[in-house]
């Protein structure tokens, strides 16, 4: 391979491209030597029109970009885990304009995008839909103690769960010090959940979130945002600007946890929930 900054290799129908799955773009990427991906020296996969049934682990250094969002599916092929979700993320992974799904018939440890303890991930201009009838799967959820900066940007999502949580992002209870996370422009859609402790989002034991410009709309008696703190120290505060938060019939689009503190700017709630010791400033 070429040793330039930024090479890119194609994944799309035979003829049309030099792979034809995104896990044989990925395993063609050398893994050590002069040729492997670095902060300097990062690759990027190019992905043409198609559906593609597969479930992928990402690699640190290395970008997705489909050709748009409405003709690139991922989706989990029949054979899939049911530990596993479609997308396994990584360090230092951007990835844009394309649809992810999970297979009909998941189970609640199914969640279509994930990652644990990864930092420096950029999620831009995709679809993330749960595509099970029964409703038991999320769509993105990110944990562990160690991740700092997630951007996720022109996301949208669609989760037909009664419990759960559409998104969900979640720090170190004992110490929460997670930094960097900002949603932009999101659409998060909830509309079945049923249960007190439900959320489309879910922002958990991250010292600062930041939520800007987005729509999220749920149903009652699920939350729109629910702000939580688990450990018994550590700041958690979130930042809601110039967002919508609609429940339908509820009385707690926002929901502010015990020891949180949401600032609210230039945003709009259809009802406010806080617990002891939590703060709308």
Request: neutral net charge; charged residues 15%; contains cysteine.
């Amino acid at each position: 391979m070429a040793s330039n900054y930024g090479e890119t290799l194609t994944v799309g129908k035979p003829g049309t491209a030099t792979y034809s799955s995104i896990t044989s773009a990925l395993n063609a990427i050398p893994t050590s030597g002069a040729e492997a991906p670095t902060f300097w020296k990062r690759y990027t996969i190019f992905i043409n029109p198609g559906t593609y049934e597969e479930v992928v682990s990402c690699r640190p250094f290395v970008n997705w970009v489909g050709i748009n969002k409405s003709s690139v599916l991922i989706i989990a092929p029949p054979s899939q885990s049911s530990s596993t979700g479609t997308i396994k993320l990584d360090d230092f992974v951007e990835i844009q304009s394309l649809t992810a799904v999970s297979r009909p018939g998941s189970t609640p440890s199914q969640w279509v995008i994930h990652a644990n303890n990864k930092s420096n991930i950029g999620l831009r201009n995709i679809d993330v839909i749960p595509q099970d009838t029964t409703a038991r799967s999320g769509c993105i959820k990110i944990t562990g103690g160690s991740w700092t900066t997630i951007l996720m940007e022109f996301v949208g999502m669609s989760y037909f769960g009664e419990t759960g949580c559409a998104l969900s992002i979640s720090g170190n209870a004992s110490a929460p010090q997670n930094s960097d996370l900002h949603l932009r422009n999101m659409f998060v859609d909830a509309l079945k959940l049923n249960v007190v402790e439900a959320a489309a989002i879910l922002l958990q034991d991250c010292h600062t979130s930041y939520l800007s410009n987005s729509l999220v709309r749920v149903k009652s008696p699920g939350a729109g945002v629910m702000i939580r703190r688990t450990g018994a120290s550590g700041l958690v505060n979130a930042l809601l600007e110039g967002t919508s938060v609609e429940c339908v019939g509820g009385t707690h689009a926002l929901d502010v946890g015990s020891n949180t503190t949401c600032y609210f700017r230039f945003s709009h709630a259809d009802s406010q929930l806080v617990h002891p010791g939590g703060e709308i400033v």
